[in-house]
C-alpha cells in the first residue's frame, strides 16, 4: 500500500502562484508514475499533469502546459505542482495520485493509490 497526503491548498487571486506537494509513504518502491488529477463541482476528475517517477519526464494536460510544473524529490518521495498565473477555472479539489505503470498516465483509472485531495480557490 501507498498512502498519499497532499498539501499546499489554499485561496488565491487570479494570476497568483501555489505548489501544491504530496508526500508519499509505504510502499513507495512501488511508485512509477505520480499524477496530479483536480476535480471541480459538478464535473468529472481531470487530469493535469504527471511524472514518471524514474526519468522525471512529464506529462501535461493542455491547459496546465506553460503555467504548472509537476516535479518529485525521489528521496524525499514527494511530488510537487507548481502553479503560476492562476485562472478562476482553476478552482477545484487537487488531488495526487500513484500508480505503478507508466505507460497510461492520463486516466484516474490508471492510478491505483490517491490522496484526500485539496482544495484550490481562484478568485478573480
Known sequence: QVQLVE???GLVQ???SLRLSCAASGRTFSISVMGWFRQAPGKEREFVAAVVWS???TYYE???K???TISRDNAGNTGYLQMHSLKPEDTAVYYCAAGSISTTI???SDYAY???GTQVTVSS
Open 66 to 68: 506553460g503555467r504548472f
Open 62 to 64: 493542455d491547459s496546465a
Open 55 to 57: 526519468t522525471g519526464s
Open 14 to 16: 487570479a494570476g497568483g
Open 114 to 116: 490517491w490522496g484526500q
Open 106 to 108: 492520463r486516466r484516474p
Open 7 to 9: 498539501s499546499g491548498g
